[in-house]
């Protein structure tokens, strides 16, 4: 708050006034002897209209300034800030008023550091969901907590720093072919109809005009698979701990290896849980991959046809040739 004694009525030792305290007597006493000097000489400025400080609250914030910083500017309380920008406050005293207004607009953050428009942060975050990241992970990764990363997703502010915007980025470029195992991120992209990595160009994706490119099948369809991720598996490149989370994808990596490779060889091509546990855990795999494929209606890859029968073979078939002669 603003520490100004001709508003105070309170010692420094309370809140509010307090009856019987000296220090509040006092104080209480000093401001209506301003006051009583302010009105006679036409000076006297007290509860004034809002509306300047909540447009110049509203520049501050299209600058990228936050609420908190704006308080910790001009020594307001951040509670009185967030109140004015919502309308919820209609008069306050003048010298807030004077306190706010005296902030400069300008397009540089409260530390120092510029400021960038967020909708390619947000952008970024939102694939990333799409491809089942979890916000939980996001935050781990960029070292920051929950909130935050949900608010740059919905793009609560229309600015960030930059050393934030490159640090999104950076998370971006490392995670955007790396799919996630949390499907319930999935859905919830599905349900907004956030783009995944592959609707969005390098070059425009901080481009307020640019659209997310969508191909033939829908990206965010919780029910389809992802061509890219099924591609990856199958060339040995994600395990099946990677692609579990979206079982479209699992499906029809599944369904793809079983062409040329058998449940045994689809478990350890996967690296399926347990499959490197030993003869137990080799067969474990083998069954999952076999009940899989059972369930999903995928046929098991068909074996080689003998170029030359078996000599065991040919002996049995002459045999029963003569015993026809």
């Known amino acids: ?17 307090t009856a019987g305290c000296r220090g509040c007597q006092h104080r209480a006493a000093a401001r209506g002897r301003a006051r009583t ?20 609250i509203a520049e501050l914030t299209a600058a990228g300034w936050t609420g908190r910083g704006i308080g910790a500017a ?9 109140r004015l920008r919502a309308g919820v406050v209609t008069q306050i005293h003048s010298q807030t008023l004077k306190a706010i207004l005296a902030v400069p607009v300008s397009r540089r953050h409260p530390t ?9 942060a947000a952008r970024r975050l939102q694939a990333l969901t799409a491809i089942g990241h979890p916000v939980a992970k996001l935050a781990s990764e960029l070292g920051v907590d929950v909130q935050s990363v949900r608010r740059w997703r919905q793009q609560r502010f229309p600015h960030i720093i930059t050393p934030r915007h490159r640090a999104i980025a950076a998370l971006y470029e490392r995670l ?15 349900r907004r109809g956030w783009a995944g990595p592959m609707a969005w160009d390098d070059d425009t994706i901080d481009d307020p005009e640019a659209q997310p490119q969508f191909g ?28 579990a989370g979206h079982r479209p994808d699992l499906v029809e990596t599944v369904r793809r290896l079983a062409t040329r490779m058998t449940d045994q060889q689809i478990a350890d091509h ?19 991959v076999n009940q899989l494929r059972n369930r999903e209606g995928i046929p098991a890859m068909p074996k080689p046809a003998l170029a030359v ?8 078939r002459d045999r029963r040739a003569r015993q026809a002669a």
């Open 37 to 56: 000097r302010g009105l006679a000489y036409g000076t006297w400025e007290g509860i004034v209209d809002a509306a300047p400080a909540r447009r110049h």
């Open 216 to 243: 033939s099948e829908e990206p965010t369809d919780p029910d389809a698979y992802d061509p890219i991720t099924v591609g990856l598996a199958v060339d040995g490149r994600l395990t099946h701990a990677q692609i």
């Open 309 to 316: 029968p078996h000599p065991s073979t040919r002996i049995r």
């Open 176 to 190: 955007a072919t790396v799919p996630g195992a949390c499907e319930r991120s999935r859905a919830y992209a599905a």
């Open 270 to 288: 996967l690296r399926w849980p347990g499959a490197d546990d030993g003869p137990i855990g080799r067969t474990r795999g083998q069954n999952a």
């Open 74 to 82: 001009a020594s307001v309380s951040r509670s009185v800030i967030h």
């Open 112 to 120: 120092g550091h510029d400021v960038v428009n967020a909708i390619g």
């Open 1 to 17: 708050m603003i520490h100004d004694q001709s508003r105070r009525i309170t010692c420094d030792d309370h809140s509010r006034y």
